[in-house]
């Protein structure tokens, strides 16, 4: 062929634009610009030989010539690169994926295990968040459900001094009768009977509810029907649970139980038998009986009484806000003569304000509390606190799974400068490092489902719940779970999918890209991972040290081997069971002393020094301070010496003693207005001791010997620690000889202390656990990037050997990077841990401060976790042979 002629240039003739057009139609384009191009030559050839117009006339022949079957233009699909989404194309990916994963075990287990625990503690953490933010959630009439709540403010009304979610008999039927926007109301009130079902006894709980229970709540009724619940005042409803309990069925309809009410038995019949309730209800029970028995027993008019429950359901249209205001107008008009009377006969100067509480927002406020009406709220900051570590959890697992991702993709460098060579497009090899980052994500996302499972016996365990893997499929939680998966996935494919698919396959493959440079990414992502590691190892070593000042701090008095056993009757006799239990008991060698006190602990006003105090009010006798080792600050006890001490003297302790302002307590007098204003002088102060948890500040106490306001309902024996099983014997003996035919029912009193901090317990074991695999999780990152770093660095530990280098230097090289991360992390932990950490201590009117000794430790032990990690394959790197490294230089 004779050389190209330039056939553009003015002074020449050019070929048909027509032929070539023709050309271009026909003809692939891979071929194209080869076949133009010597057909060009040729025309300017024959140009020269045979002139303008035939050269013309066989360019028109070449061109129709090369029309031919192997050169026409064909389907695009045919010669252009396939789709990265063609299945072909997808199946490749697959293949080299797994193929990758195989032969990069290390990475891809520790990918694995480390994404997939971390989700698991998510998804664990996250059924436990639904259980408790869905609580009541269930009930039909959930939105407009709304607890009746008591305020007791000063006179002026400007200082809270009280709030409770309870209320009193009459305040529920009485607005709801008087306000057109309430729909309905019931109450519900908690209390304790002694059951007989033949010979056998039982102390159940049990509740008095209105008829309208079935229809505020969403209970249903396996046996029996919601409008025919309760057809007499002698009716009783238990649930599965209990009818299983007293009868070994559910089918219970029509079947009796003995109670014990006022100290003699009255038989109830069954006239429906309820599913148990759902244990994210605030409404618990296993016995319930009608409100219409309590009152034919006692008729409650006082507006100035809580002790139970009222739920109101108001009208869809109804304004909780409109609805309160005309409570209030309901209050000051109906119950006005109540106070203004009491105000003249008790001194009362305070007012009450009567509010409404969501349904819903129940269980997560603590300001009204609980009861054994209504189970008791959870702390939102124990929720808090939970989806914290589960965002850290999940937000360490996503660095580790970035970091290694990113390690082990730099490797594949000359594998991208290969795909590119042999013709591979970007958004092939984009599709190739994000198809295998989804990849892994779902695997993780498969394991974490079944660790989930094998985990939630033990979780279920610790926490005191009953969550079952079914709460993670609803619509919302799973698009979330999508949502997490794609978030890690992008994360993780990103550094290759977009960096590694730009380099320049000849850079690449003559080995002009390496590794160089500060990596600020990794660098970063193992800073964030150690700081929220320790964060949570700090969290957990004060959680710790909370707990333990919580069960071990001098309470003011001894709980150990003490005993509180509960009489039958909360009204009349039990004075005479409890000298009789007191004489039996008297002189027995496992006992060390036995006293007698009123039933629980009741609340009350008092007046010193024209003060009002809301006081702890007790009846004790004179053995009850001795027995639980509860120290006289000034004065003396009740004695028996002292026939005042039955009559008109008491008790305070330290705290009510400086509310009130007394420099000197003894003769002072303390006024009760609830007992039609009843003096009592004052014999002795007792020092302050911690009678209720230590989440509250010692309250004022008033002690008194006489019996104008309560019975004993308690009886409390301090035994000796040996033998402790034949003298709790001797003490079931003596109450069957007491009180025959009665349940027998006591407690110990370090149990019930324990009970108090189980919210607690559970936060350390659940925080302890999260810590520790927050920990191994970083681990698992920081092994996976020593053991790349000592990979890329290879040759340079090979050189160093050879020139002399010694294998603790080595290893030192290698490990300081990582350490002085670790040691920026802690920098950044600290100061936020100390923060956040006081903020939760806050909340205790009781707690343990802060030591520079706690940090300390957290530090020591992180820094110590991460060198025997990093310390282990560096010292393996620094040991091996230099001859195999440099080998191939």
């Not at 209105?210 to 057809?231: K, M, N, R, V, Y």
Request: hydrophobic share 45%; glycine share 6%; charged share 20%.
């Amino acid at each position: 062929m004779n050389p190209k002629l330039p056939t553009g240039s003015p002074d020449r003739p050019t070929p048909p634009r027509t032929a070539d057009r023709l050309l271009e139609w026909f003809v692939a384009p891979h071929l194209l610009e080869t076949l133009q191009g010597d057909l060009h030559e040729q025309f300017a050839y024959q140009l020269q030989r045979v002139g303008e117009r035939r050269a013309r006339w066989r360019y028109w022949r070449d061109v129709l010539g090369f029309v031919r079957p192997y050169v026409i233009k064909r389907n695009k699909s045919e010669y252009s690169q396939p789709s990265f989404l063609n299945p072909s194309m997808i199946r490749n990916y697959l293949t080299v994926a797994r193929r990758n994963l195989i032969n990069q075990k290390v990475y891809s287990l520790l990918n694995l295990s480390g994404l997939s625990l971390g989700l698991t503690c998510v998804l664990v953490i996250t059924l436990y968040l639904k259980n408790e933010l869905t609580y009541d959630g269930f009930h039909d009439k959930a939105d407009r459900i709304y607890r009746l709540t008591t305020t007791t403010t000063n006179a002026a009304g400007t200082e809270i001094k009280n709030q409770t979610g309870n209320s009193g008999a009459i305040q529920g039927p009485t607005f709801a009768a008087n306000i057109p926007e309430i729909e309905s109301a019931t109450r519900i009130q908690g209390v304790f009977f002694n059951v007989r079902r033949g010979n056998d006894g039982f102390y159940q709980n049990a509740h008095y509810v209105d008829d309208t229970i079935f229809e505020t709540f969403s209970l249903p009724l396996i046996e029996g029907t919601p409008q025919s619940a309760f057809p007499a005042v002698n009716s009783i409803v238990l649930t599965e649970d209990g009818a299983r309990k007293y009868f070994g069925t559910t089918h219970a309809l029509g079947q009796t139980l003995s109670l014990e009410i006022n100290g003699k038995f009255e038989p109830f019949v069954v006239s429906g038998v309820a599913q148990n309730p759902r244990p994210n209800s605030s409404v618990q029970f296993e016995m319930l009986l009608p409100f219409k028995h309590y009152e034919s027993k006692y008729k409650d008019q006082d507006w100035l009484n809580v002790y139970l429950a009222t739920f109101l359901v108001l009208r869809p249209d109804a304004s909780p806000a409109a609805v309160e205001q005309k409570m209030a107008r309901v209050f000051n008009s109906l119950g006005r003569e109540q106070v203004v009377k009491a105000t003249r006969e008790r001194g009362n100067v305070e007012q009450l304000r009567f509010g409404l509480q969501s349904l819903t927002d129940i269980h997560l406020t603590l300001a009204y509390g609980g009861g054994n009406d209504i189970a008791l709220p959870t702390n939102p900051t124990t929720l808090y606190l939970l989806g914290g570590i589960a965002a850290f959890i999940l937000i360490i697992a996503c660095i580790n799974f970035v970091n290694l991702t990113v390690a082990r993709s730099l490797r594949r460098a000359r594998e991208v400068g290969v795909r590119k060579v042999m013709g591979g497009q970007r958004v092939q090899l984009m599709a190739q490092f994000l198809g295998e980052s989804f990849l892994l994500s779902t695997l993780a996302f498969a394991l974490s489902l079944g660790f989930t499972q094998l985990s939630l016996p033990f979780f279920n365990g610790i926490s005191g719940k009953s969550l079952n893997l079914s709460y993670l499929f609803d619509t919302q939680l799973v698009l979330l779970y999508v949502g997490l998966l794609i978030m890690t996935a992008l994360l993780a494919g990103s550094y290759p999918a977009f960096i590694l698919s730009r380099f320049n396959p000849a850079r690449v493959l003559y080995g002009r890209v390496g590794f160089q440079g500060k990596n600020y990414l990794s660098q970063g992502l193992v800073v964030v991972q150690f700081a929220l590691s320790v964060f949570l190892i700090v969290a957990t070593l004060a959680v710790f040290a909370q707990f333990d000042f919580l069960t071990t701090r001098d309470l003011g008095y001894s709980p150990n081997h003490l005993v509180r056993i509960e009489l039958p009757s909360l009204r009349n006799g039990n004075d005479n069971f409890a000298r009789l239990f007191k004489q039996k008991l008297a002189n027995q060698p496992g006992i060390v002393n036995v006293a007698t006190k009123n039933w629980l602990d009741e609340y009350t006003s008092a007046r010193a020094s024209n003060k009002s105090i809301d006081v702890n009010y007790l009846r004790i006798d004179e053995n009850y301070l001795p027995t639980l080792g509860i120290h006289i600050a000034r004065g003396r006890n009740f004695s028996p010496s002292y026939t005042s001490d039955t009559l008109d003297n008491a008790l305070v302790n330290e705290t009510f003693a400086r509310e009130a302002g007394w420099k000197n307590p003894l003769t002072q007098q303390v006024i009760i207005p609830e007992l039609n204003n009843k003096v009592y002088r004052v014999v002795g102060v007792v020092k302050d001791y911690h009678f209720s948890s230590l989440h509250e500040k010692i309250k004022p106490q008033v002690f008194v010997g006489d019996d104008d306001r309560a019975p004993f309902g308690e009886v409390w024996v301090k035994i000796r620690p040996e033998n402790v099983a034949r003298t709790m014997a001797l003490l079931d003996k003596t109450y069957r000889e007491v009180v025959p035919q009665h349940y027998y029912h006591y407690q110990f009193l370090d149990s019930v202390l324990a009970k108090q901090y189980e919210e607690e317990t559970r936060l350390r074991q659940i925080v302890t656990w999260a810590a520790g695999l927050c920990l191994f999780i970083s681990c698992l990152g920081l092994f996976g990037i020593a053991t790349f770093s000592a990979e890329r660095r290879t040759k340079e530990i090979g050189v160093r050997k050879v020139l002399g280098a010694s294998t603790e230097e080595i290893a030192t090289l290698l490990s300081r990077d990582l350490v002085r991360l670790i040691v920026l992390a802690l920098f950044i932990a600290m100061p936020v841990a100390w923060w956040s950490l006081n903020q939760w201590l806050n909340v205790y009117a009781f707690h343990v401060n802060l030591s520079i000794w706690l940090f300390l430790g957290a530090a020591f032990f992180a820094v110590s976790i991460a060198l025997l990690t990093v310390g282990f394959q560096s010292i393996k790197a620094a040991l091996m042979n230099p001859v195999k490294s440099l080998r191939s230089e």
